[in-house]
């Protein structure tokens, strides 16, 4: 399973066609997971883990992996199940989310599968506050669940969603008060986040969350003959999202002549150089990776500006 991005140029041909691709695996028991492919770096048998002092029951230790120090996450702890016992028949998955390269335990690695978003549906609506699931599906006829890592990684290594001093000057944030922005995201925490950080700049923000609901929301405003272009400064969305994804999302918006001049910032925990040709190719503004306050509260700045010199 090593190198599962060495195809990253046919992967790309996935974009606007509202596809992705899965690794599956399993922690404890018969229960399958699954991650996306494009945060997946590579796939290895457990490496030798050096505990470190202060690291939190969650972070089994850290290796050395092609000359880099990273922590190993023990995945079946981290939503709250038992530690993963036989680590010597574990396996690391090596991912990189948010800018931070970092690997989770795991029992078992089946293999890779092709879906479409549309077969990527909300966990159901009796699983609770509690769970780490952004999303569920079928393969096999057999339930996968999809963590919602965006949880995990804020509960193992919180960060700060207040913009520093100076990011965003007086007359910005007077402007910002007459502000909307759409934000569009499957994970509870990151609407949070990114509610947070638009809210202390004063914004006022209309959340969703998956791309579907947020184009049949557009589409409903634009035929009571509302530009969406004029209602929002911006829309923030995510990529990775249960029945519509945010490449989708972006090109439908682009294809619907009502919806001409909205500003589209893909925001997401996908990482990598691949990712932008990606975003020009989906037609958006503008894209950055998760998550940076300062960083967000820069672009939406940026945005201001960009709307009031028109």
């Known amino acids: 399973m090593a190198g599962v991005l060495d195809s990253v140029n046919q992967r790309t041909q996935l974009v606007g066609q509202n596809r992705l691709e899965l690794l599956l695996f399993r922690l ?50 981290a939503t709250g199940k038992s530690a993963l016992m036989d680590l010597q028949n574990s396996f690391a998955v090596i991912t990189e989310y948010n800018n931070r390269t970092l690997g989770f335990l795991v029992s078992s690695v089946e293999r890779i599968v092709n879906l479409n978003w549309e077969a990527i549906l909300p966990p159901p609506k009796g699983a609770g506050r509690d769970h780490y699931l952004t999303a569920v599906t079928h393969i096999d006829n057999k339930l996968v669940e999809i963590i919602d890592v965006e ?29 909307r922005v759409l934000i569009v ?25 998956d791309g579907r609901e947020a184009l049949n929301y557009l589409k409903r405003m634009a035929d ?28 439908e ?18 990482s990598g150089v691949f990712n932008q040709n990606m975003v020009k190719r989906a037609g958006a503004d503008d894209f950055l990776a998760k998550f ?18 028109n």
């Not at 850290?62 to 023990?74: E, F, K, N, Q």
């Not at 949880?151 to 007086?170: C, F, M, N, W």
């Not at 929002?232 to 969305?237: A, K, Q, V």
């Not at 940076?292 to 010199?309: F, G, M, N, S, Y």
């Open 253 to 270: 918006v682009r294809h619907d002549p009502r919806m001409q001049g909205m500003h589209i910032l893909l925001h997401t925990s996908l």
């Open 292 to 309: 940076q306050p300062d960083d967000l509260a820069a672009r939406v700045a940026e945005r201001i500006r960009q709307a009031d010199a």
């Open 151 to 179: 949880k995990v990684l804020a509960e193992v290594a919180p960060t700060s969603e207040e913009v520093s001093s100076g990011v965003i000057d007086a007359d910005t944030r007077a402007k910002a008060l007459s502000c």
């Open 28 to 77: 404890e028991g018969e229960q399958l997971y699954g991650i996306n492919v494009f945060k997946v770096r590579e796939v290895l048998q457990c490496p030798r883990l050096t505990i470190m002092p202060k690291c939190g029951r969650v972070v089994r230790g850290v290796a050395s992996i092609r000359g880099t120090t990273l922590p190993i996450l023990d995945l079946s702890l």
């Open 224 to 251: 009571e003959g509302k530009k969406p272009a004029e209602e929002f400064l911006m829309m923030i969305s995510d990529i990775e999202m249960p029945e519509m994804d945010g490449y989708t999302l972006t090109t």
């Open 185 to 209: 995201d499957d994970s509870s925490v990151a609407r949070k986040q990114i509610t947070r950080c638009l809210e202390n700049i004063g914004i006022e923000v209309v959340k969703l969350n």
